[in-house]
């Protein structure tokens, strides 16, 4: 029978190292920092998940060095800081040919596709369509977006609720777009890592009401999840091993483990 020591390394194996990241979310701007991986056993400077005691009966970890403080992930700007906008570009005329391609055109309406761009892109583009940059930061499509659990009115009978909930539904796609693009950054800062492996602390922005911090707390959800989801998607399609399916009644992994508030 395996002992406890041996279990324990055995688990700490085959785990995939973590990346704790945390997300500071402002009125304005947002940054997204990374530590050093959690679980790594090729890396000195990671704590173990699991620790294994020695002959001695003190831990195999307590040599190891503590992790050195979170660094703040540049973007592809070079900036510390990005602009907390969101906002979809459409090209109608790619997804009209490819409507038009699959058989998918409905009664000759073009059907558009979406493309988010952040920070200061989003702001270039919202220029150009001249569209107020307000309703595309994040704090504002987190709070419109945030989950009603289902109240309000009947959106099918009243034409003003299906315009709110269809408004609704898209802030929800462009905040969780933004932290999805956030998590990719915090990945190309730690190579190999994957969007599968983050945990992150959110702050979220000062003064912020309830809706607001349950918004952007539902939004991160989202976006880490995505992202994780598209990665796997990449790696099957490129010929990697698939994700293990979770079996009935075993919970989703959860990517924002806690929240800062005032």
Request: a neutral charge; one cysteine or more.
């Given at each position: ?6 279990t ?19 009125s ?77 055109s409905?009664?000759?309406?073009e059907e ?12 270039q583009?919202?220029?150009?369509a ?67 492996c ?12 309830e ?10 959800e ?40 005032d």
């Open positions: 029978m395996p002992s406890s020591g041996a324990s390394a055995a688990a700490a194996a085959t785990t995939p190292p973590l990346l704790p990241v945390g997300v500071d979310l402002g304005l701007h947002a940054r997204v920092a990374a530590a050093d991986l959690v679980g790594d056993p090729s890396s000195s400077l990671s704590p173990p998940l699991f620790s294994t005691p020695s002959a001695s009966g003190a831990s195999a970890s307590s040599s190891a060095r503590l992790p050195s403080l979170p660094g703040v992930v540049r973007n592809a700007q070079g900036g510390r800081y990005t602009l907390a906008a969101s906002a979809a570009e459409f090209n109608a005329a790619h997804a009209h040919d490819d409507a038009e391609q699959n058989g998918n409905k009664n000759g309406k558009k596709k979406e493309n988010y761009v952040f920070g200061e892109a989003a702001r583009s919202l220029h150009r001249r569209k107020p940059l307000e309703r595309s930061l994040v704090r504002h499509l987190s709070s419109l977006g945030a989950d009603d659990d289902g109240e309000g009115g009947d959106a099918a009978n009243d034409p003003q609720d299906a315009d709110a909930a269809e408004e609704s539904a898209s802030a929800r796609s462009a905040s969780s777009a933004f932290f999805a693009h956030l998590s990719r950054l915090a990945c190309d800062s730690s190579s190999g890592t994957r969007p599968s983050l945990r992150a602390v959110l702050n979220a922005p000062a003064g912020a009401d809706r607001t911090v349950r918004g952007a707390l539902e939004a991160a989202r976006g880490l999840a995505e992202a994780a989801a598209r990665d796997e998607e990449e790696k099957a399609a490129a010929g990697g091993k698939k994700k293990r399916k979770k079996k009935k009644g075993e919970e989703d992994d959860r990517f924002v483990v806690g929240v800062l508030s």
